[in-house]
C-alpha cells in the first residue's frame, strides 16, 4: 500500500461520508475487506494534512494498513480500511466489525467500559457479545489494572504514556473449549491528557490480535507540544 494511494483513497471516503450525512450502518454493509499486507509509513506532515484521522493496525503478522475515521455515532467511532474493512470502536474498545473472517456482531453494557469513565479506572467489566461463527450473548468478564508508566516513541518523539491491562476471560464454548479462554489486551492513554494512543487487544480467542496506533492524536499532541515550547 503506497502513502500517497492510501491518502487518495482517505479524501474519497471523506467526501463520501460528507455527502451522506445521514447514511445508515446499510452504507458500510456495501463495504467489503480484507487488511492490506502492506506497510505504510507517514510522515508528521501527512498526517496533519488528512482530513480525516487516521490510525495504523496491525492484525497478526500482517504488515500495518491504515484506517481512516469516516463516522462517529455518538462515543462510537467506525475506521475504513482503504479495502474497506471497517472497525467500530466504543473508547477504543473493538465492538463491531465488518468483514473479517469472524465478524464481531455487538458489544453489550457499554455504559460500564472502564475506558469510558473520566473518573478511577473501574477493575471489572462484564459484557456480552455475539462474533460470528462463535456464538451469540457469549458472556465475557474482564479485570483491570493500571501496570505503570512507559514511554513509547511515535515519529521519532518519546510519548509518556499509562500502560492498563485488561486480563479477559472468555466462557467455554465451543469450538474453543479449555484452550486459550483468557488473554491480556493492553491499552496506552497519554499520561497527562489521558487520551487513547495505542492498544493491543483482540475480541475471541483464536481471533487476530490487533495494534492499533492513534496516528492523528499522537500528531495533534506532538504539535501541541512544540508549539508550547516555541
Known amino acids: ?58 492484525a497478526g503478522d500482517r504488515d500495518a494498513a491504515s484506517l481512516a475515521l469516516a463516522y462517529i455515532d455518538e462515543d462510537r467511532y467506525r475506521w475504513v480500511s482503504a479495502d474497506k474493512v471497517i472497525f467500530t470502536t466504543h473508547h ?35 459484557r456480552k457479545i455475539d462474533i460470528s461463527g462463535v456464538g451469540f450473548g457469549l458472556a465475557i468478564t474482564s479485570m483491570w489494572k493500571i501496570d505503570g508508566e512507559v514511554s513509547h516513541t511515535y515519529f521519532d518523539r518519546p510519548i509518556p504514556l499509562i500502560k492498563v491491562v485488561e486480563t479477559v476471560s472468555f466462557p467455554e464454548y465451543t469450538p474453543f473449549i479449555d484452550v486459550g479462554l483468557s488473554w491480556e489486551n493492553t491499552y496506552f492513554l497519554h499520561k497527562s491528557t489521558k487520551k487513547l494512543f495505542a492498544s493491543i487487544q483482540k475480541f475471541s480467542p ?10 492523528s492524536r499522537i500528531v495533534r499532541e506532538i504539535s501541541s507540544n512544540e508549539k508550547g515550547a516555541e
Open 1 to 58: 500500500m503506497k502513502t500517497y494511494f492510501s491518502m487518495a483513497i482517505v479524501g474519497c471516503l471523506v467526501l463520501i461520508i460528507s455527502a451522506c450525512s445521514t447514511t445508515t450502518i446499510a452504507y458500510y454493509n456495501t463495504l467489503k475487506l480484507a487488511l492490506q499486507d502492506n506497510a505504510v509509513d507517514y510522515t508528521v506532515e501527512q498526517v496533519a494534512r488528512s482530513k480525516a484521522d487516521l490510525m495504523l493496525v496491525k
Open 92 to 126: 477504543g474498545i473493538i465492538v463491531e466489525t465488518e468483514g473479517l473472517k469472524n465478524d464481531i456482531f455487538f458489544t453489550g453494557n457499554l455504559q460500564h467500559n472502564p475506558l469510558a469513565s473520566d473518573d478511577m479506572l473501574a477493575f471489572d467489566w462484564k
Open 206 to 215: 483464536e481471533g487476530d490480535t490487533y495494534e492499533m496506533v492513534y496516528l
